[in-house]
DNA sequence: CCTCGGATCAGCT
DNA sequence: GCTGATCCGAGGA
């Protein structure tokens, strides 16, 4: 049934690659012009093509960042040129960035991907497993590397809501989560755009408290102050 | 060497 | 909405 039109080069609109210039600019920027953008993963079986519809940017004077101390084994792969693969992985779960200048990347958080039900690919986990990407596309490029792409948004910048970033408790109330506005496979829909919202959370730090309890010696980070709440 | 805690997710209350 | 799984990197002693 596919008709093979091997007719490719009459693709008037096919998006093309973008080059190093595009990561080579504040990590914002790009987090939010990866929106609406596609990533390109080339495997044995084919490729698989993801609508990009959620990012988080992560910054280098930004303690919730893994290069925040500096380079090390693991996050390596930060400091390397525009459009690097920085792949890394927590419990069990790979998730992806896109590194942008050193020290700084964007986190893939949800997309839509293409043959499968929307939603599949909502939170970095399985979006990166959806694309088939593993540990070892770590430290690979995504403009000179084999296996990744990232393609252009056709269109113009589309309504982005911006929020907090999931899942992290150093930094947790900058700003730098972004995600298409009224696009089901976000990850989750409301806490974003709510940045100005008065609401205080006096009481909902149980997730913190969940964690493994801090030795009650002299009292944790110094300087490092989570907001003043 | 040892200890801590996590850029998550699935599953249960 | 909250908890456990599960393992490894980072950092301190």
Redesign the pocket.
Known sequence: MGPRSSTRGSSSSRPRPVGRRFFRRPTVEVARDLLGARLRVDGPAGHVEARLVET?A?LTDDP????F??P????RS?FGPPGTL?V??????V?A?LVTRPGE?V?L?AGVVEGMPPGHA??????ARALGLTIADDGQGAVTGPRVRVLARPGPRPLTDVGP??????AAERPLRFAIRDEPAV?RPRPLTSAFSTRTRAG?R??QS??????ASGGGRSGGRIAGR
């Open positions: 988080e992560y919730a960042s893994h290069a101390r500096g090390t084994r693991r996050n930060m920085y890394f992985r927590i419990h069990q779960v998730c960035n990347a986190l958080r909502r939170g970095p986990g399985r979006l970033r999931v899942g992290i408790r150093r990850s909902s149980s997730r969940r964690t493994r309890r801090r030795p």
